[in-house]
């Protein structure tokens, strides 16, 4: 019973096309996250939402668009796709913002491939 | 301009011998570390954390040391398995880690050989 689980786990797509990528954990967390961790390997996030609520938004394209219906679910819109857009991108939860352990719980990962 | 850095993209190590993993970081504002470990085709796991009041946190064969005034962290593997072969980050956060902006390493392969 997987904690944070995201669909699909691969993708590959043509330039142009819009995609989405679906995440939900069923932790009972209040605060959910998507990061990216592009070619160099860097992870970095993208976005933070708090019951809902965005929280953390980093300098990402607008064509990223995150879309929370509950706290249990984050999806991720990518509008436009680009070549730049390969990475592999990872849903993560967290107990909430009064969380002392900064402690985040990781999915396995989407690989987006833009061809 | 990277905050956390992991100098070393490798590591091998022999099995029961000890694996340093070491991390700097160049912003003094954070004041909580972590460490993730990673297998391919899976997300990072939690490992262990520590906040910037300490120097020194165990957990089993794990130990995570803090130097501030280096802006230095490292962490220890006692004695090495194979299982323990992964990607490691390291990762930090400012305000007590509570919002959640881990800014994290490149990550170290360590290999760890029968």
């Known amino acids: 019973d997987t904690a944070v689980s995201q669909t699909p786990k691969y993708l590959v797509t043509q330039m142009g096309n819009d995609k989405s990528i679906k995440c939900e954990q069923n932790?009972?967390?209040?605060?959910m996250y998507w990061y990216k961790q592009d070619s160099k390997k860097f992870l970095k996030i993208m976005f933070s939402y708090n019951n809902k609520e965005l929280i953390i938004n980093e300098t990402v394209p607008n064509r990223f668009s995150p879309k929370s219906p509950d706290k249990a679910h984050l999806n991720l819109h990518i509008n436009s796709l680009e070549l730049g857009d390969s990475a592999v991108y990872f849903c993560a939860s967290s107990p909430g913002r009064g969380s002392n352990t900064g402690e985040l719980f990781f999915g396995e990962g989407s690989r987006l491939t833009v061809l | 301009d990277q905050q956390v850095k992991q100098n070393s993209p490798s590591l091998s190590v022999q099995e029961g011998r000890i694996s340093i993993l070491n991390c700097d970081y160049t912003n003094s504002m954070f004041d909580y570390f972590l460490w993730y470990k990673k297998y391919p085709a899976e997300g990072p796991t939690f490992l262990i954390s520590?906040?910037?009041?300490?120097d020194k946190n165990e957990d089993g064969r794990f130990t995570v040391f803090l130097n501030k005034s280096a802006k230095h962290l490292s962490l220890h593997i006692v004695p090495s398995q194979p299982g323990d072969s992964a990607v490691y980050f390291c990762a930090a956060s400012a305000r007590g880690g509570s919002q959640g902006n881990l800014i994290f390493g490149k990550g170290t392969k360590l290999s760890v050989k029968p």
């Open positions: 932790l009972g967390h209040d605060t």
């Open positions: 520590i906040s910037s009041i300490k």
